[in-house]
């Protein structure tokens, strides 16, 4: 399923990252998710707190 529509990042995509402890910002910088128009940063982030919850809570810190 695709989060990031703008920057045609999957939710595979966006695991896998999570899964080798990657933040929600290194995942940003390296594919470019959420930097367009944003509006899948909340959903990501709903993901994140699922898959990694401690690299959640610092990427929102
Ligand atoms: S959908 Fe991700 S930046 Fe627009």
Known sequence: MIICVCK????????ECLQRG???DDISEEMGLGTGCG?????AFT???KEAP????ESAA
Request: glycine share 0%.
């Open 8 to 15: 045609n990042v999957n939710s595979r995509q966006l695991k």
């Open 22 to 24: 990657m933040s929600l």
């Open 39 to 43: 509006r899948c940063l909340e959903y």
């Open 47 to 49: 993901i994140a707190e």
């Open 54 to 57: 401690l690299i959640a809570r």
